[in-house]
């Protein structure tokens, strides 16, 4: 997220602002060097562990750069995984068998800045892993920049970018990617850069562009104009582009954060002391997806069952300050109490479990790193969505109802795709205490992860 942490292949955010990805290595076979750390969603640009690599090393994969997850865990202490086994994870493999691969969706995904490269590293990224290539349509939305190598701002966008559009990829293969570049860097206090990305995806709308909108980006509720004196309107006039999706069927997600349950201040020198939500995260028409650890076997097969992110980062999560209860989370209102409870539901994040992501933006770092944070994830259920959206053969719009309503089921009933994740572990960052996942509903996990050959006809059916 931009801002409200979440990755970016290199580093560096905006005041206050961040990415919900933190780039953390990069392939030393392709690399030469070590990567700089990124920017988290809800968090200020705090470095991601850094591996060097040294000039002309080769990993244990030469031809293509890239270590294996054992390799990864021998070398760096992480595991690193490949589409293939987020695919095999989430049992995605019976759905694509089935015809079942979002053909005829279209997922927009809105940025700062873009990627220069973004179409040539998809196609790299696809042949890489047997898949076929997509084409991206690029819309500028504003004074968009000649792309600069020395900014670090637009190098952490297009790191955020590449693994956006790549992680969407990866899960619907055949989705349409309309990628929104806007001109306005995001700031920490929600002053600038969110309206134009507001007005951007309010415009998609209404041209009928896009089923599901990912959202990588965020800044903390406290750092809006007027929260401390109990004024939300400046954040209440950002949503119209959320009413508008609504109005128009298209189911809108956004990173829940890497923060855990506390975020960036409005400097984006530190994180604050104490619980703090994000939006648009925290807004009761967006999905919040949150993160997890996986942790898989070189097939993608699980030795463990997923547990919560929380390792350079952690899944953004609890209740907002600003939004009450919304009714679909009355079934879990012991657990959110009176206001609007984060994340919804969680997909991989972790950097002990971080996605393979190639680009050639920055002519000095081209190559594989492995990303992490709920930018890995948002995407990643957007793709999710994409496939459910094509089997329903129609836009699902806002989920929630169906999410909540599948995750009531008895856990007897595998039937919804709804997987719990109750392994004990929280979200606590940075020295505040956060919320630990446990059975149900939890505000480090929200309703859990998903099995999409399931989950996908499940939600089709609901929606």
């Known amino acids: ?65 890239l270590l294996t997850t054992a390799q990864c865990q021998a070398k760096w202490q992480i595991s690193c995984y490949s589409p293939n086994q987020f695919r095999q994870a989430y049992n995605l493999n019976p759905l694509y068998q089935a015809g079942v691969t979002g053909k005829g969706r279209t997922i927009v995904i809105v940025d700062s800045f873009g990627s220069p490269t973004i179409q040539h590293d998809l196609d790299v990224y696809s042949s890489r892993f047997g898949m076929k290539s997509t084409p991206v349509d690029v819309v500028k939305w504003g004074n968009v920049p000649r792309f600069d190598s020395t900014n670090p701002d637009q190098v952490g966008w297009a790191g955020e970018t590449t693994l956006d559009v790549e992680m969407a990829h990866a899960v619907a293969p055949d989705a349409h990617i309309v990628l929104v570049e806007s001109g306005a860097d995001q700031n920490g206090d929600g002053t600038t850069g969110l309206r134009e990305m507001m007005d951007a995806e309010k415009s998609l709308i209404d041209r009928g562009v896009g089923d599901v909108i990912s959202q990588s980006f965020g ?43 506390t975020n960036t201040t409005a400097s984006g ?109 948002s995407p990643l259920f957007a793709g999710i969505v994409a496939l459910a959206d094509q089997v329903a053969g129609h836009r699902l719009g806002d989920i929630h109802q169906a999410l909540y309503a599948l995750s009531a089921r008895p856990a007897r009933n595998p039937s919804t795709g709804v997987v719990d994740v109750k392994d004990g572990t929280n979200n606590s960052y940075a020295g505040v205490t956060g919320y630990t996942a446990a059975k149900g509903y939890d505000m480090a996990t929200g309703v859990g992860t998903i099995d999409a050959a399931r989950f996908v006809p499940a939600l089709a059916k609901e929606g």
Do not use: C
């Not at 801002?3 to 030469?32: D, F, K, Q, Y």
């Not at 925290?282 to 929380?310: C, E, M, W, Y």
């Open 219 to 261: 800044a903390t509720e406290n750092t809006f104009p007027g929260f401390r004196n109990g004024d939300f309107s400046s954040i209440e006039n950002l949503r119209y582009a959320f009413k508008d999706a609504a109005q128009h069927k298209v189911t809108v997600l956004a990173a829940s954060g890497d923060g855990g349950a």
């Open 269 to 377: 020198n530190g994180d604050y002391p104490y619980r703090v939500n994000a939006w648009p995260s925290s807004d009761p028409l967006a999905v919040s997806v949150g993160g997890t650890q996986l942790h898989l076997d070189a097939k993608g097969d699980r030795i463990a069952p997923d547990s919560v992110f929380n390792d350079e980062g952690a899944s953004g999560g609890g209740p907002s300050h600003v939004f009450a209860r919304p009714s679909y989370q009355s079934g879990v209102e012991q657990v959110v109490g009176d206001h609007r409870g984060t994340p919804d539901v969680s997909m991989s994040a972790a950097l002990k479990g971080g996605a393979w992501v190639y680009s050639s933006y920055d002519p000095k770092r081209v190559g594989w790193g492995v990303y992490v944070g709920t930018s890995e994830a």
């Open 1 to 65: 997220m931009r801002r409200v942490r979440a990755r970016r292949r290199i580093a560096a955010a905006a005041v206050g602002v961040t990415t919900l990805t933190n780039i953390a290595l990069m392939s030393p076979a392709l690399s030469g060097s070590a990567i700089a750390a990124p920017v988290h969603a809800g968090h200020s640009a705090r470095g991601v562990k850094v591996v060097p690599a040294a000039a002309g090393e080769q990993s244990g994969n030469t031809a293509h750069g």
